[in-house]
């Protein structure tokens, strides 16, 4: 500020935020109210942008760490037959499916595969999901019985490349085809069948843990792709087999744009599979 300190800014969180030093000349920082500089001004503005998205974080952390205390307090219990009749009807209805895609033209697409897993080392591609029932690859019953549900039945060449050489648990593997080849399936398969039934987040075990451990972290560039893959994941990730003991494996979603106490509430009551867009 000058001499005696003008300006000062608002102390609500509007512009500015650095309070004039007083002193002589022209020295310290001065507020949105002052007569500082652009750049003063502007950092002034900065502070105040920070501390409120300093202070919505802190609000969200204790919304998030308040509902997971109360999960952890809770009974273990599996879902209601209710509950699996609604979400099989709502996840498996007939109009999901594979049928758009041309199989066909789909078979003299070229496929390179290179390192340790590359043929003839590797494993073979697969000709049908019906291959996966085979022991090797020890695929969980709820997963295949999840596949069949999806109708799916003649793999595209991502998929039937990627499956086995992700089940195969010796490989690290990068990937890449074009959008409407399948590769949500190539992924999610192996990842679902390879979560650990007896640590899954929604036993009530893991809730005394407080902060949420996905196993699996799936990135997506935007929130549709986002919410599409959502919807996959809990379409294999299915078990209506599960009960109090063992827990169904937990599909949640985050995105912004979005209200984030809703997306917490979810985290809260576990996560297996973490799908999320980069900000949020």
Do not use: W
């Not at 205390?69 to 099989?88: L, N, V, Y």
């Amino acid at each position: 500020g000058r001499g005696g300190g003008r300006g000062g800014g608002r102390a609500d969180g509007g512009r500015g935020g650095f309070a004039g030093s007083g002193g002589a000349g022209r020295g310290g920082f001065s507020g949105g109210g002052g007569r500082g500089n652009a750049a003063d001004r502007k950092a002034g503005r900065r502070a105040a942008q920070m501390a409120k998205v300093d202070a919505k974080g802190r609000a969200e952390a204790d919304f998030y760490f308040k509902l997971r205390a109360e999960e952890s307090g809770k009974k273990a219990r599996g879902p209601s037959k209710e509950t699996i009749r609604r979400d099989r009807e709502e996840l498996f209805d007939a109009s999901h499916g594979s049928s758009g895609i041309r199989f066909d033209e789909y078979e003299a697409v070229p496929v390179q595969r290179s390192g340790p897993g590359a043929e003839p080392r590797g494993p073979k591609a697969l000709a049908s999901f019906d291959d996966l029932a085979d022991a090797k690859f020890a695929v969980p019953k709820f997963v295949l019985e999840n596949v069949r549900r999806c109708g799916y039945k003649r793999p595209t060449p991502i998929q039937a490349h990627c499956l086995p050489l992700a089940l195969d648990d010796k490989n690290d593997l990068m990937s890449c085809a074009q959008t409407g080849s399948g590769k949500t399936c190539a992924f999610l398969v192996p990842a679902i069948s390879r979560l650990d039934p007896n640590a899954r987040e929604g036993s009530s075990d893991k809730k005394g843990s407080l902060a949420a451990s996905p196993s699996v972290v799936v990135m997506a560039p935007t929130r549709e792709l986002a919410i599409q893959i959502h919807h996959e994941a809990r379409r294999l990730a299915f078990d209506d087999e599960a009960n109090a003991a063992v827990a169904p494996p937990r599909a949640v979603v985050v995105y912004g744009g979005a209200d984030a106490k809703a997306q917490l509430r979810e985290l809260a009551r576990g996560c297996d599979v973490l799908v999320a867009t980069p900000g949020r």
